[in-house]
């Protein structure tokens, strides 16, 4: 049985990027999923100086360990200004001060989603370059614009285009999860 953790990267309690993601690891075969709340993981406003007076927030060691203890990760971001969310940033930067490599080289789906029809491709751009680079094994990325109009929680991806490129970048991060298993 797989262990993966599925991040949905905002606070909002009626995330959109939350029930994508965790929608995206109810596919993944025989897996486990770990799904943490972002709204628990609260913590101040990274800098250097609270980390020299205060230490390692608790939340950021959490996550920390149920990153260790995945073996895959699915994120999906929300976009807040062509970047990432408040919450999913300071929880990132804080985690980053912790072991390296952030990410432990764990295969990675990364996701957006948006209502908008560009689907928070500017902050998926972002992170599919950007966490290889901190650890992240990216297998597959995939960018879902108009929420609300292409996907519904009991049948996910309603557009069948979408839903197919979707199911290849899907196919993709499990086969690295496979491979990984095998390797370990």
Do not use: C
Request: glycine share 6%; hydrophobic share 40%.
């Amino acid at each position: 049985m797989s262990n993966i953790l599925v991040i949905g990267a905002s606070n909002s309690k009626n995330s959109i990027n939350r029930k994508f993601a965790t929608w995206a690891g109810s596919l993944v075969p025989d897996a486990e999923l770990q799904i943490p709340d972002l709204n628990e993981l609260e913590m101040p406003i990274f800098s250097i100086e609270r980390e020299q007076t205060m230490g390692i927030p608790e939340p950021a060691q959490k996550i920390k360990k149920m990153v260790n203890r995945a073996d895959g990760i699915i994120i999906s971001f929300a976009e807040h200004n062509g970047s990432y969310s408040t919450a999913f940033k300071n929880v990132f930067d804080w985690m980053s001060r912790l072991e390296k490599p952030i990410w432990s080289n764990k295969p990675m789906l990364l996701l957006a989603a948006a209502p908008g029809p560009r689907g928070a491709q500017t902050v998926l751009s972002t992170a599919v370059s950007s966490f290889p680079y901190q650890g992240g094994l990216v297998t597959g990325n995939f960018s879902l614009p108009l929420f609300d109009e292409n996907f519904d929680m009991e049948s996910g991806i309603t557009d069948s285009s979408l839903n197919a490129e979707f199911l290849s970048q899907l196919d993709s991060f499990v086969e690295n999860l496979s491979r990984e298993a095998l390797v370990a």
